[in-house]
């Protein structure tokens, strides 16, 4: 059974930084793309950065490039998102999931999420 697990969230000012972790136990995660996804009050679950199997290859969305890190350490069974110079639309709840190779959220098993608040 996967079991997930994300932290690292909180409440920072614009321009502060934050490093997320989520760790999924259950699964072999090496075998699989991982990503991070954000939902903010009011708004649909967006895809946010996402990392290959093996962590060769990285891809962003257009409002993480520059900012947001992705990488992964599979002997943890963890992936991380390094966050910094965030904004006040940065804030939303983060969640972590396996991806398909077209970088969409593969796994039906979603963890609780990490609060982002991000203060003007």
């Known amino acids: 059974q996967v079991q997930v697990e994300e932290s690292g969230g909180g409440l920072v000012q614009a321009g502060g930084s934050l490093r997320l972790s989520c760790r999924r136990s259950?699964?072999?995660?090496?075998?699989?793309?991982l990503g991070w996804f954000r939902q903010a009050p009011g708004k649909e679950r967006e895809f946010v950065a996402g990392?290959?199997?093996?962590?060769?290859?990285?891809n962003y969305a257009e409002a993480a490039k520059g900012r947001f890190t992705i990488s992964r350490d599979d002997a943890k069974n963890t992936v991380y998102l390094q966050m910094i110079n965030l904004r006040p639309e940065d804030t939303a709840l983060y969640y972590c999931?396996?991806?398909?190779?077209?970088?969409?959220?593969?796994?039906?098993?979603w963890g609780q999420g990490t609060q982002v608040t991000v203060s003007s």
């Open positions: 990392i290959s199997s093996g962590g060769g290859r990285t």
């Open positions: 259950g699964s072999t995660l090496s075998d699989y793309p």
């Open positions: 999931n396996t991806l398909t190779d077209r970088w969409r959220a593969l796994s039906h098993v």
